[in-house]
């Protein structure tokens, strides 16, 4: 609830015509919510986000984890986009377009070129330091007007016929490496942690933010009944090196408290939700040094041209 009414409001300027939400048992009163929104389709499953699941033969080859939450953005849009453009976001994923465009011009000039698929880039955004972040705490309700800042930086480059190239890890990545939270001990444990890091060390890597996070998706789709996800941030589609869109990421929003507390009790994210341990660790630390998120070449998210300008919105 706290993202929905921000999340519809800006997706329906930029013409949405139809919403499908997968319900994972939530008890906010999202549900009641949704089915009185006129243009909202509500799913529901017996699994849980993080189940693990037996997959055909032919999709076992491609996907690295076996858990429920890759197939079930297969099956939306095999149920709901097959043959028809659609987006793939998450509740706290803002897509920018251009001023007065909307996702029909987009996907008119798409059809033209025969284009099925675009990347977008994930900007994490952030406040301005951790008494800001306290007051978006006690808020019930995203403001997606508020001063967001982002890392004015390219952070992908785009190929063709290959996955993006990440050149700058973005502002988590950098969040952890300025802070000092060990992003390693979690995946490599203590053996592992500590190999690579006498060896990052001997090689002066240490003084850039390790890439951390994926920050690229395919998010705007055009499916057939051959297409699936390999996961959350792949897909077996050919998508377009012409574009690439930009995805306002509220990551540190003013709800990023209770989704830590949520996937610590749950523990169905990626490795019993370490990156939900990780930036609470992050945000303890920088509320004992009274931190801010912001850097040399942070920069209020004003505007489309802000995106253009730092070659986060390619091909508008």
Avoid at 64 to 71: A, M, S
Avoid at 179 to 203: A, F, N, Q
Wanted: contains cysteine.
């Amino acid at each position: 609830m706290y993202f929905l009414p921000a999340f519809l409001a800006h997706y329906r300027r930029l013409g949405v015509q139809r919403f499908v939400f997968l319900d994972d048992r939530s008890d906010d009163g999202s549900s009641e919510f949704l089915a009185q929104q006129p243009d909202t389709v509500v799913v529901g499953s017996e699994r849980r986000f993080g189940d693990k699941v037996e997959l055909p033969q032919y999709m076992s080859r491609s996907i690295r984890e076996f858990r429920i939450h890759f197939l079930w953005r297969s099956i939306l849009y095999d149920m709901f986009a097959c043959g028809r453009w659609a987006l793939h976001v998450d509740l706290d994923e803002f897509i920018y377009l251009p001023p007065r465009m909307t996702f029909a011009d987009l996907v008119s000039k798409l059809d033209k070129r025969g284009t099925r698929a675009l990347w977008a880039v994930m900007l994490d955004v952030y406040p301005k330091d951790v008494a800001t972040f306290a007051e978006m705490e006690s808020s019930a309700r995203l403001n997606a007007f508020a001063t967001w800042y982002f890392d004015a930086e390219p952070h992908l480059r785009l190929r063709q016929d290959r996955h993006p190239k990440v050149i700058y890890p973005g502002a988590r990545a950098r969040l952890f490496s300025e802070y000092g939270i060990d992003t390693l001990y979690p995946v490599l444990g203590v053996r592992g942690h500590d190999r690579i890091y006498r060896l990052l060390k001997k090689m002066h890597i240490r003084r850039k933010p390790l890439r951390y996070n994926s920050i690229v998706k395919p998010a705007l789709l055009k499916w057939s009944e051959d297409c699936y996800f390999k996961s959350p941030h792949s897909t077996n589609m050919s998508v377009s090196s012409d574009y690439l869109l930009p995805i306002q990421h509220f990551r540190f929003s003013g709800s990023l408290g209770q989704r830590i507390r949520t996937a610590m009790r749950e523990k169905n994210y990626f490795l019993e939700s370490s990156d939900y341990r990780l930036v609470s660790e992050l945000l303890r630390t920088m509320q004992d040094r009274n931190g801010s998120f912001l850097y040399k070449k942070s920069r209020p998210l004003e505007s489309f041209e802000n995106l253009v300008d730092t070659g986060n919105a390619i091909g508008f």
